[in-house]
């Protein structure tokens, strides 16, 4: 089975940048989607931004604009580019992906906390 690791979580002041990295442990190219979603204390987990097999993507209203999403098939890695970070960007980010079977693979999460 495929292991999803994001990595590249951490504090950062408002209007910051940071960007997460998600590297699967093997191809992504089969998967039908990935993307990120975040949780918030005492929040629900909410999707926050995809790519489609088709290099399409989808952002939540709240971050269109400032995070980008992107695949890199060769290095089996999907990144989310966060610029103008928000307080309330604060969260821990998730990597998901849904196999050709329908199953949802979840990393182990990254934690981003946008603070002065």
């Known amino acids: 089975q495929v292991q999803l690791v994001e990595t590249g979580g951490g504090l950062v002041q408002p209007g910051g940048s940071l960007r997460l990295s998600c590297a699967a442990s093997?191809?992504?190219?089969?998967?039908?989607?990935m993307g990120w979603f975040r949780q918030a204390p005492g929040k629900e987990r909410e999707l926050v931004a995809l790519?489609?097999?088709?290099?399409?993507?989808n952002y939540v209203d709240t971050v269109k604009g400032r995070f980008t999403i992107s695949r890199d098939n060769a290095k089996n890695t999907v990144y989310l580019q966060m610029n103008s970070l928000k307080p309330e960007d604060t969260a821990v980010y998730y990597c998901?992906?849904?196999?050709?079977?329908?199953?949802?693979?979840w990393g182990q999460g990254t934690q981003v906390t946008v603070s002065s």
């Open positions: 790519i489609m097999s088709s290099g399409n993507t």
């Open positions: 093997g191809s992504i190219l089969t998967f039908k989607y």
């Open positions: 998901n992906a849904a196999t050709p079977a329908g199953r949802n693979l």
